[in-house]
């Protein structure tokens, strides 16, 4: 597609819920991101992939994250066990390479709030 | 872990000022690259930086590269109410593959 594509927009869900958060990349974009970003801060780093398999998961909260992308391109972003500190803005980039050559597309991020 | 400090946290000008906003890290780094996020939107990529000293332009931006490589800095001449949003550094971790960590961003706000 013409831009990195998140949905939903907007997932307000009740505490322990699960969730599921979806990114599709822009094609032929190899590399894929997700970072987390709350009020007044910067994005926060969660995961890297490099294709199919995550390169770098090492910003991955705890063990009620976790991130597929199993053919490559869409990614989906898993939260088990919703806590209202979850509550931020999922933002998922992707890039053409690495850097420093490439810079990050980023999608418009799923706003979740967990009430 | 590395990080880079932004300041100002917040800048308020009146349309026509100058602004500028610093990345500083204690740490040499690889490269940096700044990105742009206005109100209620995702950041967008404005440009990296590899090379000690390096300067580059865009438009009334210009972006600096410390002779050190360990900091940065993004200058606005002449801002205007389009200028509005926050600017965030973000560099890559060494040994970090592709990972970018950004700083906490300087919020511009540009009054008419």
């Known amino acids: 597609g013409a831009g990195v594509s998140q949905t939903p927009s907007n997932k307000v869900t009740e505490k322990g819920k699960y969730v599921e958060l979806r990114c599709d990349p822009i094609?032929?974009?190899?590399?894929l991101y997700w970072y987390r970003q709350s009020l007044g801060q910067g994005p926060e780093f969660l995961i890297y992939?490099?294709?199919?398999?995550?390169?770098?998961d090492s910003g991955l909260p705890n063990d009620r994250f976790f991130a597929v992308r199993p053919e490559g391109s869409v990614s989906t972003l898993k939260i088990q066990r919703t806590e209202r500190g979850d509550s931020a803005v999922y933002l998922c980039?992707?890039?053409?390479?690495?850097?420093?050559?490439?810079?990050?597309?980023f999608g418009s991020g799923t706003r979740l709030t967990v009430v | 872990g590395q990080q880079v400090m932004q300041i100002p946290q917040y800048q308020h000008v009146q349309e026509g000022e100058d602004f500028t906003t610093y990345c500083n890290s204690s740490?040499?780094?690889?490269?940096i690259q700044w990105y742009k996020q206005r109100p209620g939107g995702h950041p967008v990529f404005l440009i990296q930086?590899?090379?000690?000293?390096e300067v580059k332009k865009q438009k009334r931006l210009t972006f600096q590269f410390g002779e050190a490589k360990k900091n940065s800095s993004l200058h606005i001449t002449a801002t205007q109410t389009t200028d509005v949003g926050t600017y965030f550094c973000?560099?890559?971790?060494?040994?970090?593959?592709?990972?970018?960590?950004f700083g906490a961003g300087t919020r511009l706000a540009v009054h008419p």
């Open positions: 980039a992707s890039s053409l390479g690495t850097a420093p050559n490439y810079g990050y597309t």
């Open positions: 094609s032929g974009h190899t590399a």
């Open positions: 930086l590899v090379k000690s000293g």
């Open positions: 992939f490099q294709g199919t398999g995550a390169a770098d």
């Open positions: 740490t040499t780094l690889s490269n």
């Open positions: 973000a560099f890559q971790v060494a040994g970090g593959y592709n990972k970018l960590i």
